[in-house]
């Protein structure tokens, strides 16, 4: 244990955004470990109701008051330096971290730590190593981005040295981490708000694949070459994996796809088929995601067959192709997807499954992120028959009139005109009534609010064909 957190015994950590889905994770692992916590939000949510639940007290207004005499205050990065609370507490002479670098000190805790990285696909791939982890009896403590019913939530408190968690790169999180085991699954542009480009992210996941243990292991996607080039600068043990490169040590041949989307393959170690494949989630990006599991499960000693029994338990994480349900023959599908590359995958997962029409509602995620890949997201939308553009989620960025969502829309008409732009909720169910029909696929797709559409769409259909 490190000396921050050996000291906290007995203590209150104070953590301000506690209902966030990484900060309510990790108050779990504290409240484990016997240590007491207050925390504070600006609004109430099913989360923070289940932390009261286990007597962690939540204020829902944050202000200089809920700062006594707590031994640390824990911070996301969303917070402003000059926050009442931290301000409070530096005032008292009480320490105060980032999220980032607290989890840091938990991770040192695990002989057996392994870290998830990526500009895409890291919420699943935690996931599914976390299942075969569990699978193989090695009671794991998991710490992810995602609600995965498999562990009942956003984090799972094992006793064992495995930990398995994911590592963002934005702000450049991940360097606060020394794990065990790194993997990355992909880098390309992404966060251009704080990173000045393509090469800058690179050299970030470099940095990151250096602080790996020297004794430990980086599993990296060979059918990326910003990948290859970072593995070959490693002092430590790595493990490639790919669907495409012939110098990937783990890949699959013989794909295919039934009704569902859902993928058989043969998977192979070395050019040397090992074992037949099936998943339970779609696509041929959780194939590659698969593999990235394979390679790094069998580096913890744990069989092949005992994988793949882990992988086909594993069905997928909310908000991750996510099936919200079906209506009049019409299926509705909520995904995170908020990059061009993920947008993509995710269009190509449900043209597998269906032969009807994608109508795919998008909800653009940061004024940044749509104004630096504008370009790039203007061709991520071929494979869906109409496109419904919202309103920009702002998150953590304010609007400076530099970006609106009509400009994507024409954009995308440039190649294939078949968007709009509707901003209201509202009428964007409307509209989805008016043009779906029987075989279709509605799919919602971005990381704001975008999911509350299709529950929109599923309780409106329900009622107009009632009255």
Not at 107 to 132: F, L, Q
Not at 339 to 353: G, I, M, N
Request: proline fraction near 3%; include cysteine; glycine fraction near 8%.
């Amino acid at each position: 244990m490190s000396d921050l957190l050996r000291s906290l015994s007995g203590t209150t950590v104070h953590m301000v955004g506690i209902g966030g889905i990484s900060m309510s994770g990790l108050c779990e692992i504290l409240l484990r470990m016997g240590i007491n916590v207050t925390g504070s939000d600006v609004k109430n949510s099913p989360i923070i109701e289940d932390l009261r639940n286990k007597n962690v007290t939540v204020f829902l207004k944050q202000e200089p008051n809920n700062i006594t005499n707590q031994k640390l205050v824990v911070y996301t990065t969303a917070m402003p330096l000059d926050h009442p609370e931290l301000e409070a507490a530096r005032n008292k002479g009480i320490p105060v971290i980032d999220r980032a670098t607290f989890l840091g000190e938990i991770i040192r805790m695990y002989e057996k730590s392994i870290a998830v990285a990526g500009t895409h696909g890291k919420t699943t791939t935690t996931s599914m190593i976390s299942s075969c982890l569990i699978q193989a009896e090695k009671d794991p403590t998991v710490h992810i981005g995602g609600i995965f019913d498999a562990i009942g939530g956003t984090t799972r408190v094992g006793s064992s040295p495995f930990f398995v968690t994911e590592a963002c790169e934005y702000k450049d999180s991940f360097l606060k981490f020394y794990p065990f085991m790194g993997v990355i699954l992909n880098i390309e542009s992404d966060h251009l708000d704080y990173f000045h480009d393509i090469n800058h992210i690179e050299q970030s996941f470099l940095h990151f694949a250096s602080q790996v243990y020297p004794d430990g292991v980086v599993v990296g996607n060979a059918d990326d070459e910003r990948i290859l080039n970072i593995l070959q600068k490693l002092n430590c043990r790595t493990i490639t994996y790919g669907l495409s490169s012939p110098k990937a040590l783990w890949s699959a041949r013989n794909i295919t796809f039934d009704d569902n989307g859902f993928p058989s393959f043969y998977v192979v170690r070395n050019k040397k088929s090992i074992l037949k494949m099936k998943l339970s989630v779609p696509g041929l990006h959780n194939i590659s995601n698969s593999l990235a599991c394979f390679a790094a499960c069998s580096e913890l000693n744990i069989p092949a067959e005992t994988i793949k029994k882990g992988l086909r338990k594993f069905k997928g994480t909310h908000r991750r192709y996510e099936h919200k349900g079906t209506v009049d023959g019409i299926k509705v599908i909520d995904d995170y997807a908020h990059h061009p590359t993920e947008v993509l995958a995710t269009l190509k997962a449900a043209r597998s499954s269906t032969r009807g029409k994608i109508l795919c509602v998008f909800q653009p995620h940061t004024y940044s992120r749509t104004k630096d890949l504008l370009t790039e997201f203007s061709s991520a939308f071929t494979l869906a028959d109409k496109v419904y553009i919202t309103d920009i989620y702002a998150a953590r960025e304010q609007d400076n009139g530099l970006i609106h969502s009509s400009e994507l829309v024409d954009k995308i008409n440039e190649h294939y005109n078949n968007a709009v732009y509707i901003s209201s909720f509202d009428n964007i169910v409307d509209t989805l009534i008016h043009d779906s029909s029987a075989g279709d696929i509605v799919l919602t797709m971005g990381a704001g609010n975008v999911d509350k559409v299709g529950e929109m769409f599923l309780l409106e259909k329900k009622i107009r064909a009632v009255g």
